[in-house]
């Protein structure tokens, strides 16, 4: 955690002892629709995995390097998870099975930025890698048989170990576009995670992030 923000601290540095333009600041908030990406030497098992509902809220900076280019970073509170849902009959009663990993992390991003001006409006595209921390986490679950219902809920335990359930580095590829109108930004984002956060890699296992984003801002200062 403590290197996270010493990167944070580092970039914004550089960012504005290097800008020549009129930096600004956005704040927003939005829906994030979460899955993972599960596989191992036998093959993948997430087909099968459902977008899970969360949130993302932070502020943004964005440091114009000319024009049409800028650079973006900021912090930005990103839940991330899925939803699990399955049911299968075994000596021909229904067994129902249901559970939701909720984990919630502070990501950086770095991303270059394309803007062009419409006039009344103006688009944009950016790209660029982020990298985030596992702040907490909870999994809860849900097991049904022959009418009952049995409820459980744990928090998520981070590292590497035997007993643990996710690693707590994140990183990966971030894809953006949206629309800006008097201040007031739409935009639409997709995480592509990298990181392998299962905290074994046994038998090839790998769980990777997949995060699709839609956001709400508002601009503060620049041009």
């Given at each position: 955690m403590k290197n996270l923000l010493k990167l944070f601290v580092v970039?914004?540095?550089?960012?504005?002892?290097?800008?020549?333009?009129?930096?600004?600041?956005?704040?927003?908030?939005?829906?994030?629709?979460?899955?993972?990406?599960?596989k191992d030497d036998e093959g993948t098992y997430s087909d099968d995995?459902?977008?899970?509902?969360?949130?993302?809220?932070?502020?943004?900076?964005?440091?114009?390097?000319?024009?049409?280019?800028?650079?973006?970073?900021?912090?930005?509170?990103?839940?991330?998870?899925?939803?699990?849902?399955?049911?299968?009959?075994?000596?021909?009663?229904?067994?129902?099975?249901?559970?939701?990993?909720?984990?919630?992390?502070?990501?950086?991003?770095?991303?270059?930025?394309?803007?062009?001006?419409?006039?009344?409006?103006?688009?944009?595209?950016?790209?660029?890698?982020?990298?985030?921390?596992?702040?907490?986490?909870?999994?809860?679950?849900?097991?049904?048989?022959?009418?009952?219902?049995?409820?459980?809920?744990?928090?998520?335990?981070?590292?590497?170990?035997?007993?643990?359930?996710?690693?707590?580095?994140?990183?990966?590829?971030?894809?953006?576009?949206?629309?800006?109108?008097?201040?007031?930004?739409?935009?639409?984002?997709?995480?592509?995670?990298?990181?392998?956060?299962?905290?074994?890699?046994?038998?090839?296992?790998?769980?990777?992030?997949?995060?699709?984003?839609?956001?709400?801002?508002?601009?503060?200062?620049?041009?």
């Amino acid at each position: 955690m403590k290197n996270l923000l010493k990167l944070f601290v580092v970039v914004m540095g550089f960012t504005m002892a290097t800008e020549s333009y009129a930096q600004s600041f956005v704040v927003k908030g939005g829906l994030n629709l979460s899955k993972f990406l599960a596989k191992d030497d036998e093959g993948t098992y997430s087909d099968d995995f459902k977008m899970n509902p969360g949130f993302l809220f932070g502020v943004t900076s964005e440091f114009p390097i000319s024009e049409v280019f800028s650079f973006e970073t900021g912090l930005l509170l990103s839940s991330k998870g899925v939803k699990i849902s399955e049911e299968e009959s075994i000596f021909e009663e229904m067994v129902e099975f249901d559970s939701r990993v909720n984990l919630l992390y502070l990501d950086i991003p770095l991303l270059a930025k394309a803007t062009a001006d419409l006039g009344s409006a103006k688009i944009y595209g950016a790209f660029g890698p982020y990298i985030g921390m596992g702040l907490s986490g909870k999994i809860k679950s849900e097991f049904t048989s022959m009418g009952e219902t049995e409820k459980t809920e744990e928090d998520v335990k981070w590292g590497s170990g035997e007993d643990d359930d996710f690693r707590r580095l994140d990183y990966g590829l971030s894809f953006g576009a949206g629309v800006e109108i008097n201040a007031i930004q739409i935009g639409l984002s997709y995480g592509l995670g990298l990181a392998n956060i299962s905290p074994s890699s046994e038998g090839g296992a790998k769980v990777n992030n997949r995060v699709l984003g839609i956001s709400l801002g508002y601009r503060f200062g620049g041009n």
